[in-house]
């Protein structure tokens, strides 16, 4: 009974140590950010990758989520008889929801997946001690461009999902359940204000560094990973990377939702 | 680190004291890149150099690549001791013309 | 376990006093003490498990010991500020074992890396500087590759020539033979000694290959489960009397006493 309590004991204390470990890594690099030089050849790189990369999935994605979301939300309103509300009902469950949620969902799956193996190879490969040994920062040359790019793109690339979601319900309404254009627009302009857009921006922006933060982090500690090593490790910490993001950022957004709406 | 010019012949001698290194050498090649660019010759004199590095070493190709586009010469002349080693290592006595001394350049 | 040390009268640049490591509860290494003169190729060999990497670890400064010191000409690295550091490890130069280099650039651009970051070079002197190391390792054909179409010896010499681009006063290397062919090896020790002589430069090879290290070492330190076991000429090392160091220098392998009934045991545990 009491290796049971042992080991519940131990691996509590293991989450709070790497709780502790992760932020310590985050405010090293957002010091990173700060130090001269900067790495800005880096920067663009990761926002060619984390930001214009996405936009074939984001545009796909947004386009589609906003015509389901309209075919739902017709046939809910259509008994109320409120279907000239639905614009405005698309809209704002876009922006106030799900265009930040699925668009870190959307770079969760692309960049936080291949953040977090480059990363972890790199730590496997001793890249990072031979940039310590250099006198170069890691935490500067390597992870504040990624925590930077994150922040640009992935508030862009919501906003983007955002109109192409709206666009899609747009198509929907006035294509197929034969809804005013003008009807339709005027109603997003009426429902949606600037609350609405103050938390997709808030969300985006604290998503972005959820992220971020824990690709880069599971990667970078990959050699702490018991049991495992080499190729093993790098998925293993991947996957928890992956799912750690998405059930933190469910939690910021619920948190944020109370907050904000 | 110090260094002068003095004239001989048709040439500027660029004489190097010291050690030439990461910090330094980029003061010489401002020099030397004047010297070629002013259409002289060079003869770089490394009687009184103790070290010099592979920034040195680079500065003195770069020296050399430009002195054979515009048809002038730049040689070695008295590399001794640790600079001689290093031009040895880095099979750079094959590129160079070395001279045991500056008055051993006849024309 | 007495530690001799080979009488020399040149200046001491790195010391090791006293130092234990240790992974958590782990201890790895005991009471190390040794010491590193200017312009010596110092060979620390030692068998898997040995804690040799951990030895090395600890003198570049990547993890702390849980006692003892290290000190760099005077600078003890373990409470040196940041900016000493730097300045230290600028001075010094690392060959990691598999190279280590950045998989996202080309290797020319993974040797110019240190001069771009710390230096205010002009840009032709600095891809001259870095052909004329890739010269030297016989890579001068790999340039605008990338890491990733190097094959490991490539990249073991990749390694070394940006280890050595700004010509430190300090190399280190970590295992230059493992995973090399015989040719290679030795010319990569050629290398080594030329690099000493010519730029008067202070090396400490981890291996656990003899032929280097007895071709190489001015001294070699041997260590033998995290202790220290002799350090001294190579002639020192061949007379020593020790067990271990006899073994390893001879390659015998350890003679593990068989008991028959035990093996018989193991061999048909859990069996029908």
Same mark, same amino acid.
């Given at each position: ?53 996405? !936009?074939?999935? $984001? ?26 509300? !639905? ?7 876009? $922006? ?142 991947? /996957? ?22 | ?74 040689? $070695? ?27 051993? $350049?006849?024309? | ?8 009268? /040149? ?8 130092? =234990? ?51 760099? &000409? ?50 032709? /002197?600095?891809?001259? !500087? ?50 090399? &062919? ?6 990569? &020790? ?6 000493? /002589? ?6 400490? %090879? ?22 220290? %076991?002799?350090?001294?000429?190579? &002639? ?8 271990? %160091? ?14 028959? =009934? ?11």
């Amino acid at each position: 009974m009491f290796t049971q309590i042992e080991k519940l004991g131990s691996s509590f204390i293991g989450r709070i140590e790497e709780l502790g470990r992760f932020g310590l890594f985050l405010y090293s690099v957002i010091l990173g950010v700060f130090s001269r030089p900067f790495g800005f050849r880096e920067l663009v790189k990761q926002i060619a990758f984390i930001g214009a990369r996405s !936009m074939p999935i $984001i545009l796909l994605s947004g386009l589609f989520t906003g015509m389901v979301l309209a075919i739902q939300f017709y046939a809910a309103l259509v008994d109320f008889g409120a279907v000239d509300r !639905m614009g405005g009902a698309v809209a704002q469950s876009i $922006i106030q929801e799900l265009g930040p949620v699925m668009t870190a969902l959307m770079v969760i799956a692309r960049v936080g997946s291949a953040t977090c193996a480059e990363i972890a190879i790199m730590r496997s490969e001793q890249q990072f001690d031979a940039l310590t040994c250099m006198a170069i920062s890691p935490y500067r040359y390597v992870m504040a461009p990624r925590l930077l790019a994150a922040i640009v793109s992935i508030p862009l690339l919501t906003a983007i999902y955002n109109l192409v979601g709206i666009f899609g319900g747009y198509v929907v309404g006035v294509f197929l359940k034969d809804l005013s254009g003008t009807a339709f627009m005027q109603t997003v302009i009426d429902t949606i204000s600037w609350s609405d857009l103050r938390m997709s921006v808030v969300k985006s922006f604290l998503f972005a560094i959820l992220i971020i933060w824990i690709a880069m982090g599971k990667g970078f500690f990959v050699h702490l990973e018991k049991g495992v090593s080499g190729a093993e490790a790098v998925g293993r910490v991947t /996957t928890k990377a992956v799912v750690a993001s998405a059930i933190s950022m469910l939690f910021v957004d619920y948190i944020a939702s109370s907050f904000l709406i | 680190m110090s260094f002068d010019c003095t004239e001989y012949l048709q040439y500027t001698v660029l004489h190097l004291t010291g050690e030439v290194d990461l910090s330094n050498s980029s003061k010489v090649r401002s020099c030397l890149l004047e010297i070629l660019d002013q259409g002289k010759s060079v003869i770089v004199d490394f009687s009184t150099l103790t070290y010099i590095d592979s920034s040195g070493m680079a500065t003195l190709v770069e020296g050399l690549n430009i002195a054979n586009k515009n048809n002038l010469s730049l040689f $070695i002349a008295a590399a001794n001791g640790a600079p001689l080693q290093v031009i040895e290592l880095t099979r750079l006595n094959q590129v160079f013309t070395l001279v045991n001394a500056v008055e051993d $350049i006849k024309e | 376990m007495t530690q001799k040390t080979a009488k020399t009268n /040149t200046k001491s640049l790195i010391e090791v006093n006293q130092l =234990d490591s240790a992974y958590g509860d782990r201890q790895v290494l005991n009471d190390i003490n040794l010491s590193v003169n200017e312009g010596e190729i110092l060979v620390i060999m030692g068998g898997s498990g040995s804690g040799k990497s951990t030895l090395l670890k600890n003198m570049l400064g990547l993890m702390p010991p849980s006692a003892g010191e290290i000190l760099f &000409d005077g600078l003890n690295i373990c409470d040196a500020n940041r900016s000493q550091l730097s300045k230290l490890r600028r001075s010094m130069g690392v060959a990691f074992q598999g190279g280590a280099l950045l998989s996202s650039m080309s290797v020319g651009d993974n040797i110019k890396l240190p001069l771009r970051q710390h230096t205010d070079l002009d840009e032709n /002197t600095i891809s001259i !500087m870095s052909r004329l190391k890739l010269e030297l390792m016989n890579l001068a054909d790999y340039e605008d590759l990338m890491p990733s179409e190097l094959s490991g010896g490539m990249l073991k010499r990749a390694g070394l020539a940006r280890a050595v681009i700004m010509d430190p006063k300090i190399l280190f290397f970590d295992e230059p033979s493992a995973g090399l &062919d015989p040719v290679t090896s030795v010319e990569l &020790d050629q290398l080594i000694l030329q690099l000493r /002589t010519a730029m008067n430069m202070t090396i400490i %090879v981890v291996t656990h290959e003899l032929e280097s290290a007895f071709t190489i070492a001015d001294r070699i330190a041997v260590l033998f489960d995290g202790e220290l %076991v002799i350090t001294g000429t190579v &002639d020192e090392i061949k007379a020593c009397t020790d067990s271990r %160091v006899i073994n390893l220098i001879n390659r015998t392998p350890r003679d593990i006493q068989l008991d028959a =009934d035990q093996y018989l045991s193991r061999l048909t545990k859990g069996a029908e």
